[in-house]
Nanobody, 116 residues
């Protein structure tokens, strides 16, 4: 049975940090391209970060470059989004995604709120 479960969201003050995790079961994330997306209230879901299956390619969306980082813990079968220097405009529901040619899995979404 496949699960892709997110954790780590919450409320943080501007300038603070959060680490989001997405733990997979039933499949190995090292064989998938993994991405993070976010969806702010009233807006479309947008791309945040990507990591290739090999881990050799990563990319962060321009507005988050230098503040966010995507990584992976293969032993825990978990993809991680480290977020630093958070701003109010980073408030959104964050989703992890794992995809290959056959399967496409989504996390349940987790709320991140940046507010003083």
């Amino acid at each position: 049975q496949v699960h892709f479960v997110e954790s780590g969201g919450g409320l943080v003050q501007p300038g603070g940090s959060l680490t989001l995790s997405c733990q997979a079961s039933g499949f190995f994330i090292s064989t998938y391209t993994t991405r993070w997306y976010r969806q702010a209230p009233g807006k479309e879901r947008t791309f945040v970060a990507i990591m290739s299956g090999s881990g050799g390619y990563t990319k962060i969306a321009e507005s988050m470059k230098g503040r966010f980082n995507i990584s992976r813990d293969n032993e825990k079968n978990t993809v991680i989004l480290q977020m630093n220097g958070l701003k109010a405009e980073d408030t959104a529901v964050y989703y992890c995604n794992a995809a290959n040619a056959v399967n496409n899995y989504w996390g349940q979404g987790i709320q991140v709120t940046v507010s003083s």
